[in-house]
C-alpha cells in the first residue's frame, strides 16, 4: 500500500480559536495573579510573519521548561470546552491515524504550544514555529523562522522527501489564504472553512470541503490519561536532523516528533473523504 501523509493547519483548522491568543490569555491572567505588568501582544498593522516574531518576544527570559509545564496547563483546560474543535477535520484526523497514514501538524504556533496538541491527538510529526533558548534553557524571545506560508509549503516538502512519499498521495488540511502554498503541493487539498481564496482556488478540480462547525473533540479518552500524554509528549519531544544544517530544515525550522501512546479510536463518517483517490 503506498505510504500517505495527512498534513494539518491547526488553528481554526483543528483547533477552534487561535491557540497563540487562547493561550496569551491563560499566561496573561497567571502573571496578573502575581502582580507583574502584562504587555498586550499586537495583533496588526504588520504582516503576519512580523506579527508573529513580535509574540514570541513577549516570553523572552522565560525558562524553556516553564513556557513547556504552562502549555501542558493550558489545552488540558482549553481542550474541555464545548467548542473547542472542528469535529469534522478532526474526524478526518483520527480516520488518517486509523488507516495507517502519516499525520502532520503544520503551524505557525510556537512548538512549546503545540506539542501538548500533538500528543493529545496522536500525531507524530510536528512542524511548528521553533523558539529559540540560550544555554541556560531560557527563552529568547528569538525564532528560527514563523511557520507561515511558504514556510510550510518548504516543511511538507521537507517531511515528504525524508519520508520518501509522493506529495500527490498526500493530503493537506487548511482554513487560510496562507495555506495556499501547502495545499497546493498536494494531490488532495482541503479547504476547511470559507476562506474567500481558497474558495476560489478549491472550485477547480481535485478540491474538497470540510465544514467549520464546532464542537468538543469526538473523541473519548479520559482526562487523565490524555493530560498524561500531554505532559509526557512535552517532556520527550525531540528534534530531528533534516536535509540541511546539522539539526534544523534550511528553512531554519525545526522539525519535531512526539511520541506518544496509541490512540486508534474511530470517530466520524470522513472515510470518503480520506479515502477518495
Known sequence: ???????????????????????????????????????????????????????????????????????AEWYAHYRRGPDAYLTATVAALEEHRASGDEVALVTGCGDILVRPVA???????????????????????????????????????????RLDVPLRECRAYGDHSSDLAMLSLVGHPVVVGDDPVLAERGAEPGWRFLSATTGPQPTEAATTTATTEAATATATATATATATGAQHMASGTALRHVDTADRRQHVGTVTGLVHAT
Open 119 to 161: 500528543g493529545h491527538l496522536g500525531v507524530l510529526h510536528v512542524l511548528a514555529t521553533e523558539q529559540l533558548t540560550d544555554g541556560s534553557g531560557v527563552l529568547t524571545g528569538e525564532v528560527r523562522r514563523p511557520m507561515i506560508a511558504a514556510a510550510k509549503a518548504e516543511a511538507v516538502v521537507e517531511l515528504a522527501r
Open 1 to 71: 500500500m503506498t505510504r500517505r501523509i495527512a498534513f494539518f493547519d491547526v488553528d481554526q483548522t483543528l483547533l477552534a480559536e487561535k491557540s497563540m491568543i487562547s493561550f496569551w490569555r491563560f499566561w496573561s491572567a497567571s502573571l496578573a495573579r502575581s502582580g507583574r505588568r502584562v504587555p498586550a501582544p499586537r495583533t496588526s498593522g504588520a504582516d503576519r510573519e512580523t506579527l508573529n516574531r513580535a509574540y514570541f518576544t513577549l516570553f523572552a527570559g522565560v525558562r524553556r521548561r516553564r513556557l513547556e509545564e504552562a502549555a
